[in-house]
């Protein structure tokens, strides 16, 4: 039997390029043998499920399993494994027991595990046994863009966990002795991190959630309700929106038990539609969760910086003042670059993490130019470009460490200098000083004495703060 002719012409109906791989995996996606040089981490299997409002497709990797108690609590459903004769019909056209984990071909509502956006590639069930077929990591998330993500209902398996840690700290081990900092006594040529930029051919995608919420945010028509629902189509997004909006820094009162009233009763509109695209956007970046750089480190950064951002631009005198949700976002994503940077170049940013340790205080953007030859402002910059990001976010990735810009958009700028600055004084981030020059203040027509208010108020809701900073990296 040859490739499922409803996989075929699925994809080519939605014009993606795809190839053929024969390897030795059964219909429960068990290798067989050698599994050729492909990771089980890029191959998806599907798994139907079925309740009283009818049946989904829920696709992971080969390496996990389901958990379905958690994925019913997220659903607010009662699924369980659904009978080969409920869905024998559906896929008539594939070996005995073969899934393709393509669920919009099949008109299935589906969930998937997130873990599968960040592959390069992915391998689902082409319907014939012992045949795959490859496809990028693009056009897996396009083909499924209505889907649900989420990554709370699976779990990779034990045996696979252990092989996993096995592997990283193989790899950890070796990364060390190729990029001991003790060694890297002279620096790259400054051109060389950028003429290793420049040959890569495709940056990594924007999330399928990140784009819609980007053109629902350009409609002039859209409200709420619209976002809600966006929102909601993403259970662990949802679930991270939700404690967001109970968390004590807002001061609610009541419950909030969904995003309709977490956008209606605290957080607003603009400020969920921040967050989700901040945390959307995110997702696709593989970087360790330690170090001074590390994503910890990052969302701990961000979460104080975007509110810092958000509280000094309510001061900010109206004609001066830059749009809050704007800022926010500003704020939020100004060091998108060193995920960049850890995702596309790992053992530089080792390199790097490694350095800001021994050297914690020389300016981080030296420390950059002088290991890597580039800095993360433009690296940040250069992948906003690419996604199309809005011009004040471009502008504040690419100056944020500049206080004498006053081009375009300079407010924002200003605005997120500012909050690294004062943010520098409680020993976090990554600002050369905790200096508040008077120029500064001025350009955005604030004093002293209202900053140092904003920040009192700010370190008045740390732990709230650090509570919301660790559910974003959950």
């Known amino acids: 039997m040859s490739t499922s002719i409803t996989v075929r012409r699925y994809l080519d109906k939605q014009d993606v390029q795809y190839s053929i791989i024969h390897c030795p995996v059964d219909a429960q996606g068990r290798w067989q043998g050698d599994t050729g040089g492909i990771s089980p981490f890029r191959v998806a299997r599907a798994m139907i499920l079925k309740d009283i409002s009818g049946m989904i497709m829920a696709i992971l990797p080969i390496t996990h399993r389901l958990k379905l108690d958690a994925l019913n609590r997220q659903l607010h459903r009662k699924l369980v494994p659904a009978e080969e004769r409920d869905y024998r019909g559906v896929f008539a056209g594939c070996s005995p027991g073969i899934l393709p984990a393509l669920g919009e071909a099949y008109n299935f509502e589906t969930v998937i595990d997130d873990s599968l956006l960040d592959q390069d590639f992915v391998y689902v069930a082409s319907g014939n046994a012992g045949e795959l077929v490859r496809i990028t990591g693009q056009?897996?998330?396009l083909l499924h863009s209505n889907a649900w993500y989420g990554n709370t209902f699976s779990q990779i398996s034990e045996q696979r966990a252990a092989q996993q840690?096995?592997?990283q700290k193989a790899e950890t081990r070796q990364a060390e002795k190729e990029t001991d900092v003790e060694e890297v006594d002279i620096a790259?040529?400054?051109?060389?991190m950028r003429q290793r930029v420049e040959r890569i051919t495709q940056l990594p995608a924007m999330p399928t959630l990140a784009q819609k919420i980007i053109q629902l945010n350009a409609n002039p028509y859209a409200h709420?309700?619209?976002l809600a629902k966006l929102v909601e189509k993403d259970p662990s997004l949802s679930a991270q929106i939700v404690r967001y909006a109970q968390s004590p820094f807002y001061a609610y009162q009541g419950k909030v038990a969904s995003v309709r009233q977490a956008i209606s009763r605290v957080l607003g509109y603009d400020m969920v539609m921040n967050i989700s695209l901040g945390v959307a956007a995110a997702r696709p970046f593989k970087v360790p969760p330690e170090g001074p750089?590390?994503?910890n480190a990052f969302w701990h950064n961000a979460t104080y910086s975007a509110a810092l951002t958000q509280a000094l631009c309510n001061k900010v005198p109206r004609?001066?003042?830059?749009?809050?949700?704007t800022a926010y976002l500003a704020g939020l994503l100004h060091n998108f670059g060193f995920l960049l940077l850890g995702h596309l170049f790992p053992k530089e940013?080792?390199?790097l993490q490694r350095a800001i340790d021994k050297e914690p205080e020389t300016p981080v953007v030296e420390l950059e130019k002088r290991l890597i030859g580039s800095t993360h402002m433009e690296m940040g910059a250069w992948l906003m470009e690419a996604w199309?990001?809005?011009?004040?976010i471009i502008v504040a990735q690419q100056e944020h460490h500049n206080p004498a810009y006053d081009g375009l958009h300079a407010n924002y700028v200003h605005v997120v200098i500012l909050a690294d600055r004062l943010l520098k004084g409680l020993d976090m981030g990554d600002a050369e000083s905790d200096e508040l020059p008077a120029d500064l203040l001025d350009s955005i027509g604030l004093n002293t004495e209202q900053v140092a208010k904003v920040l009192e108020c700010t370190v008045e809701s740390r732990e709230e703060l650090d509570t919301m900073a660790r559910q974003l990296v959950a």
């Open 224 to 226: 709420a309700e619209d």
């Open 349 to 351: 940013f080792m390199v």
């Open 388 to 392: 199309n990001m809005p011009k004040e």
């Open 319 to 325: 004609e001066k003042r830059p749009r809050p949700g």
């Open 293 to 295: 750089l590390g994503l």
């Open 165 to 167: 840690d096995a592997k």
């Open 139 to 141: 056009d897996f998330q």
């Open 188 to 192: 790259p040529p400054v051109t060389s």
